[in-house]
């Protein structure tokens, strides 16, 4: 199986799934976790379970069940 195949990703292959660093992906964790973010499972060595990461932003941006509506997003990320 392919890295980018693995159902339960570390911190670092997430971030590089959504285009991250690493260091960008921790800063947006808080904020993310709130929201909703798939948190990691002990049972699999701490890692997330990538397609509900994914459900989650599906739903996050309107992409989620038929008559969805996307969130009101407050504004541009300070990475800084």
Same mark, same amino acid.
């Given at each position: 199986?392919?890295?980018?195949d693995?159902?339960?990703?570390?911190?670092? #292959?997430?971030?590089?799934?959504?285009?991250?660093? =690493?260091? #960008?992906?921790?800063?947006?964790l808080p904020?993310? =976790?709130k929201?909703?973010?798939? =948190? &990691?499972? &002990?049972?699999?060595?701490?890692?997330? /379970? *990538? &397609?509900?990461?994914?459900? *989650?932003?599906?739903?996050? /941006?309107?992409?989620?069940?038929?008559?969805?509506?996307?969130?009101?997003?407050?504004?541009?990320?300070?990475?800084?």
């Amino acid at each position: 199986m392919a890295k980018s195949d693995a159902l339960f990703v570390t911190e670092g #292959q997430c971030a590089e799934r959504l285009g991250l660093t =690493t260091e #960008q992906f921790k800063i947006a964790l808080p904020g993310a =976790t709130k929201s909703g973010l798939p =948190t &990691p499972d &002990p049972l699999f060595a701490n890692r997330r /379970y *990538w &397609p509900a990461v994914k459900a *989650w932003l599906d739903g996050r /941006y309107g992409m989620g069940p038929e008559g969805s509506a996307p969130p009101g997003l407050d504004g541009k990320e300070n990475w800084k």
